[in-house]
């Protein structure tokens, strides 16, 4: 039957891999409990990771999927099969996508950590990547903290003091922190945990941190620990750098800034270069040409321009719409995505790159034309 992707997602959204058994009839208990311990194997997800997911402990969760559970079992069957499916669901939309892709912006931002690794001696050096979002440098980030073991990433909440946020890269790095410990006690535990090593710490979503914070995370990893330092946000970032001083009037940045050895501004490279635009043709393809489809010259022409638009979701967006649209009937059929799907799923879809894009997200009639899938 036809219908539009909007119709087609929400089809996705209700298919299941596990239905919540009846858990007075052992046997089918049983059947349940094995096929749950069979998905977790293959997603290679363990009880821990299970248990702490649905709130519930490890040995309350061992002893349901051993059939030895004393306690509400419809309760804990419920809030299983609710994780069991949503990865499920997550696992099959992502099938087939690449995980990662040698493109530009990786190129670039591990150009950058290069130069802040080698010019670190007994005092760690720093560098500041700066990118709207979704445009890869989380991703690249922890890509690079998964092959780089002397890595560490962490993602900075804008709700958290400075305290939070070293007690989150002490954690990182393999060592305890203190319940509710003064900002003293967090700067001694992360130091006692690097010192020594060879660390190098990645910082995402650091936009939020004021100058004061920037310059206790300069005296603390590179003076008093010798570690190299990445920091990642948007442009709020880069303001406060450039500012150079808490508005409070007390923080001065000139002992950062001389540490500071490059600014990587992905923004102002995805509109052009000397190597040209960051988001070339090629690297449109590696990243959204996958699973048998492929891109036809104007589709990589949209994603293309998605990616060099501020606000558009650059990257983010266009392996959403280009996720959806593998489901398309006219796309499976077909075996590739034109502009023309392009511009109709970010309508139907009702991204917010439409307000951005408005030449790239409509036709010559200016009308947003409905996707039909079946």
């Known amino acids: 039957m036809p219908g539009d992707l909007r119709d087609n997602l929400d089809q996705e959204s209700r298919l299941v891999l596990v239905q919540t058994p009846d858990v007075d009839d052992v046997a089918a208990l049983a059947a349940y409990c094995a096929e749950v311990k069979q998905f977790l194997a293959e997603q290679e997800i363990s009880q821990t990771r299970l248990a702490r997911s649905i709130e519930l402990s490890q040995t309350a969760v061992g002893q349901f999927l051993a059939g030895k559970y004393a306690g509400n079992n419809r309760a804990v069957a ?60 989380s991703a690249c980030l922890r890509a690079f903290a998964r092959a780089d073991k002397a890595a560490v990433y962490v993602c900075h909440d804008s709700a958290q003091k400075i305290t939070g946020l070293l007690d989150a890269i002490t954690r990182a790095s393999g060592g305890d922190v203190a319940i ?108 959204y040409e996958y699973g048998g489809i492929r891109l036809t010259p104007d589709a990589v022409d949209v994603l293309g321009r998605i990616c060099r638009t501020p606000h558009s979701g650059k990257l983010r967006t266009c392996r959403d719409v280009i996720r959806a649209l593998h489901s398309a009937s006219q796309v499976i059929e077909g075996g590739q995505i034109d502009a023309a799907l392009i511009w109709q799923a970010i309508g139907q879809l009702g991204l917010p790159a439409a307000e951005w894009l408005p030449s790239v997200c409509r036709d010559s009639s200016g009308i947003l034309r409905r996707v039909k899938i079946s």
């Open 180 to 287: 509710n410990g003064s900002l003293s006690i967090a700067r001694a535990r992360l130091a006692e945990v690097l010192k020594h090593k060879r660390r190098l710490i990645l910082i995402d979503e650091a936009s939020s941190l004021r100058a004061k914070d920037l310059d206790k995370l300069r005296g603390l990893l590179c003076v008093k620990c010798g570690c190299p330092l990445i920091l990642a946000g948007n442009n709020d970032l880069l303001r406060t750098i450039k500012e150079n001083s808490d508005k409070a009037g007390y923080a001065c940045l000139d002992q950062f800034n001389s540490r500071l050895i490059g600014v990587l501004n992905l923004d102002e490279l995805a509109v052009g270069g000397d190597g040209g635009p960051l988001y070339s043709a090629e690297d449109i393809c590696k990243l």
């Open 78 to 137: 419920d809030k299983i099969t609710f994780f069991v499916n949503s990865m499920w669901r997550r696992q099959r939309r992502s099938a087939g996508v690449p995980e990662f892709a040698e493109i530009g912006v990786v190129q670039r931002i591990r150009g950058l950590i290069s130069r802040v690794d080698s010019f670190s001696d007994a005092e760690g050096r720093i560098g500041v990547v700066i990118g709207d979002a979704g445009s890869g440098k």
